[in-house]
């Protein structure tokens, strides 16, 4: 299987900050080389960046579309007004698509990894993905989730993300998922 990683933001745009000043594309570039490392035996891997540079929203489509991709997985760290919120999310677009059951698969075995981290859902269609409109959702050819890891506003959540060795666990936690498909 051909698998796009998209460490979400870069270069300028820093994504959300957290409180000690933490930024979101710091951690997830680092979470997606982990993931890269994880599913290189057996899979092809591509990243629409694997440096701190920008990349459009469709230009990230357009490079997953190009290397005919079979799965699309874009990593985030959330943000909110409120600094005490908290869980991760993870989305595909709306209605069910063939994305639903490997958002289901991810959900269930990060939740399953990590305890202490509350799954935030959207039971209303069945599943616990939430779904939205995304770019990088709506503008792939192939399944495509997007990731939310945790509230990096919120600084229990932003200390975890700091943390090498729980940005390894995140990323084999999806790793894992990707395999039980």
């Not at 997830?28 to 440096?51: S, W, Y």
Request: glycine share 8%; with cysteine.
């Amino acid at each position: 299987m051909k698998i796009c990683i998209d460490p979400g933001h870069g270069g300028v745009d820093t994504g959300a900050i957290g409180p000690s000043g933490l930024m979101e594309k710091e951690a997830v570039l680092d979470i997606a080389k982990f993931m890269r490392f994880g599913l290189a035996p057996q899979h092809e891997v591509c990243m629409t960046r694997d440096v701190d540079a920008a990349v459009g929203l469709n230009e990230r489509c357009e490079y997953a579309n190009f290397n005919e991709s079979d799965l699309f997985l874009s990593i985030h760290a959330n943000s909110a007004v409120n600094p005490a919120a908290h869980g991760f999310e993870v989305w595909t677009s709306p209605g069910w698509t063939p994305s639903d059951p490997i958002a289901t698969q991810i959900f269930n075995t990060v939740r399953e990894c990590f305890p202490k981290l509350s799954g935030r859902v959207d039971s209303s269609d069945g599943d616990p993905d939430k779904e939205s409109r995304f770019r990088v959702l709506m503008g792939t050819h192939m399944p495509a989730v997007l990731i939310e890891t945790a509230f990096i506003c919120n600084a229990t959540e932003e200390g975890w993300l700091r943390d090498r060795g729980w940005r390894m666990r995140m990323a084999g936690a999806i790793v894992s998922s990707i395999w039980r498909l």
